[in-house]
Nanobody
Framework: QVQLVESGGGLVQAGGSLRLSCAAS????????MGWFRQAAGKAREYVAS????????YYADSLKGRFTISRDNAKNTVYLHLNSLEREDTAVYYC????????????????WGQGTQVTVSS
């Protein structure tokens, strides 16, 4: 069992930056690939980024590549999502998730989810 807790969301102006964190419980964090997803009001959950177990491989949604960066610190059982050059369209609840697989873009391949953290971008 893995419990995930996101933090770092908030209100930011367009063009600003945020760093989201996701802290995992348990001793097996490094056994999981990690992903970030987001869900805007009235829209389906969408894939943002994922990272392999050791952190060597990262993957991004094409539309977000270059603005967002995923990283992890296995010693701290934490995965991060750096959000840069934020746009109003980035407003959403951001979720982290853990997968026993390689770090898929498919939400169905993730086993554990956090409760989410709200990011609101104002113009």
């Amino acid at each position: 069992q893995v419990q995930l807790v996101e933090s770092g969301g908030g209100l930011v102006q367009a063009g600003g930056s945020l760093r989201l964190s996701c802290a995992a419980s348990g001793r097996t964090f490094s056994s999981y690939a990690m992903g970030w997803f987001r869900q805007a009001a009235g829209k389906a959950r969408e894939y943002v980024a994922s990272i392999s177990r050791g952190g060597a491989s990262t993957y991004y949604a094409d539309s977000l590549k270059g603005r967002f960066t995923i990283s992890r610190d296995n010693a701290k059982n934490t995965v991060y999502l750096h959000l840069n050059s934020l746009e109003r369209e980035d407003t959403a609840v951001y979720y982290c998730a853990a997968s026993r697989l390689y770090g898929s873009s498919r939400s169905t391949e993730y086993d554990y989810w956090g409760q989410g953290t709200q990011v609101t971008v104002s113009s």
